[in-house]
């Protein structure tokens, strides 16, 4: 494998919440794919729609000679089922690269209802995370670090 290109697109914004399609890093316009195997690896295909839309907007315009996909995991109901997958799951998926942020959203969507002690419980519970609030020294400066 020579070449190896990267389309960022997003329509993801948070637990449960689609935001308008978009793709902030489109394959190279000059980029000629006639003589050239594809291969279109997304995490998940749970609705489908990454998968369907960069394959429409980008990998089709480029000739491609022959286009695989693949995903670590897809959902049931999705719109698009790759070529290769791990496994289909129906629960939500919490990847390493998003367990701070799906943490913090969830944290802020406990705030009000319970305590900040029961909180921790929770989180502690199901996901093993303890939220620390923890001063950092820098140049002088006070820098509050919340994960």
């Not at 995903?71 to 998926?93: E, M, Q, R």
Request: proline share 4%; hydrophobic share 30%; with cysteine.
């Amino acid at each position: 494998m020579s070449n190896v290109y990267a389309v960022g697109a997003r329509h993801y914004k948070g637990i449960d919440q689609r935001g308008e399609f978009e793709i902030y890093q489109p394959l190279p316009s000059s980029l000629d794919l006639r003589e050239h195997r594809a291969l279109l690896v997304d995490e998940v295909s749970d609705t489908g729609y990454t998968f369907i839309n960069v394959i429409k907007s980008q990998i089709e315009p480029k000739n491609h000679r022959e286009l695989r996909t693949a995903s670590l995991y897809t959902k049931p109901w999705t719109n698009y089922v790759p070529h290769f997958y791990v496994g289909c799951v129906d629960a939500c998926i919490i990847l390493p690269w998003d367990f701070c942020e799906t943490m913090r959203h969830l944290k802020k969507e406990l705030e009000g209802k319970y305590s900040q002690k029961e909180i921790n419980e929770i989180l502690s519970k199901n996901f093993g995370y303890t939220y620390r609030s923890r001063r950092v020294s820098r140049s002088n400066k006070n820098i509050k670090n919340e994960i």
